[in-house]
């Protein structure tokens, strides 16, 4: 096979509890897709190996992976996975690991930067000069794109350990095992489940939990939308999936403004924003990342008019 005329891209989304992989010709074309459980990192690599030796016409190989990860292309360490709660992968050398093994061109970077490249070209957000895109499920990760493009900086953001103001009335303690009471220890589905002992689906629509995390959440969009500004902001990952949430969020941001930042109830439909390929906007986001891929895209992302103000 390895003279078929096919040139097939190949895309990993590497999270805490399962690796999805995908073989495509684009990211809107995928041709074959597994799941694996996520368990130590050589052994999960190998099954993740196995999947793509089947599919020997891939020819770039696109990485979005749970974090922190290295991403400091002057460090030895680049590419790989920095101080994660998940020990067993802690410095593990990722992208380094991927190229040995399958000998293809490959990109890395964070599940959360491929997702809001993925909705900024594909999905809800396409054409946004602005957006960030956060995850909401066990722990809340979040990215800023300018035109797509991750922006810079020394270490990658990590917006859910940003501190928050606490609710009325709330003692929680938070769980971050870093921070306590950060946003993520606050809001993040681990939060949920060990402040209410239930988890996140399984709590009814009227649940005082929901008003709770419309609250922290809001209260982490408050202060993207006064340091950033962003021209969309899109609430992924599992938690956000409830009935409702996303409505009260917006709710919630809009009395947080406080008139200040001439921001209608109907404008804010149209800045905080449900993904619009949910739950494949990591997946695409792995495939966009695939050396050679991501310029093909954001040619077509160009062409389509961005409706948001
Ligand atoms: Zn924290």
Not at 156 to 166: D, K, L, Q, S
């Amino acid at each position: 096979m390895s003279n078929s005329p096919q040139r097939l891209i190949g895309g990993v989304e590497a999270g805490g509890t399962t690796f999805r992989c995908a073989v495509a010709q684009s990211p809107q074309d995928i041709l074959a897709e597994t799941t694996i459980a996520t368990r130590g990192p050589e052994e999960t690599l190998e099954d993740v190996i196995s999947f793509f030796a089947k599919h020997p016409s891939v020819q770039a190989l696109g990485i979005a992976s749970f974090g922190p990860l290295n991403l400091d292309l002057s460090d030895p360490g680049y590419g790989t996975l920095a101080d994660t709660p998940k020990l067993d992968w802690q410095g593990y050398p990722l992208l380094r690991r991927f190229r040995e093994r399958l000998n293809v061109p490959a990109h890395l970077d964070t599940d959360v930067v491929a997702a809001g490249m993925a909705e900024y070209q594909l999905g809800c957000a396409r054409g946004a000069a602005s957006l960030v895109y956060i995850t909401v499920g066990t722990g809340i990760g979040g990215a800023y794109l300018i035109n797509g493009q991750p922006n810079p900086g020394l270490k990658h953001a990590e917006m859910g350990h940003i501190p928050v103001a606490r609710a009325p009335d709330d003692d929680f303690p938070g769980c971050c095992p870093f921070h306590g009471d950060c946003l993520e220890g606050m809001a993040s589905a681990s939060a949920i489940f060990q402040r209410w002992q239930c988890p996140p689906e399984q709590l009814p629509k009227t649940h005082p939990a929901w008003r709770l995390e419309a609250y922290y959440l809001a209260g982490l969009c408050l202060v993207l939308m006064r340091t950033l500004a962003p021209h969309a902001i899109v609430l992924g990952g599992g938690v956000l999936q409830a009935p409702g949430l996303i409505e009260q969020v917006r709710d919630e941001v809009y009395h947080g403004l406080a008139g200040y930042h001439a921001l209608s109830p109907e404008d804010l439909k149209k800045v905080i924003l449900k993904p619009g390929l949910a739950p494949n906007s990591g997946l695409f986001g792995s495939l966009l990342l695939a050396p050679g891929q991501e310029r093909e895209t954001a040619k077509q992302a160009k062409t389509v008019p961005r409706t948001a103000p």
